[in-house]
């Protein structure tokens, strides 16, 4: 035992070591009683004639065994490739049916619920209907503004001198 290992750790690992010798015991116990049910004890005949009747026998369990194994076979074969062939047309639908491209749809608010709704739900969604009327004022300060006229003529007028002269004479 190696001193790190607590008391509880080396008793389970004792228990552990005898179940698996147990179960190679058993295994073993196992195989023996499988070889003598399947392959009884051989006995070999002293004539010839009792030889060649035994390699007869032989024989005919090698064919039918070898005629098991190739009809297996066959079986394992066909089953792969009728798998192989349904995977292809699983590829082939995938590849057949695309997804189209989604694009952007214009659709008012009463088209898009009678869509989702139905033809017999009527709903009129009209968002300007409740909302307060304002008339806007138009202000003098803006109205001059907007009658500039030709900015050349603007400039013309406010450089030099005459110009700066004119701009505080306004403003004061």
Known sequence: MTPSLSVSQSLMLSIAKGILEQEVKDREVERQRYMGETCPALSIPSGTQALQELCREFHHKID??????????????????EIEDLNIKVIDLKGKFKKPTLRKVRMSADAMLQALLGSKHKVSLDLRANLKQVKKEVKEEDKELRDVGDWR????????????????????
Do not use: H
Request: no cysteine; net charge negative.
């Open 153 to 172: 003529k603007n400039v013309e007028d406010k450089a030099g001198m005459d110009g700066r002269k004119k701009m505080f004479e306004a403003e004061a």
């Open 64 to 81: 039918v065994t070898d005629e098991e194994r190739y009809d297996m076979e066959m079986k394992v074969n066909k089953s792969a490739k």
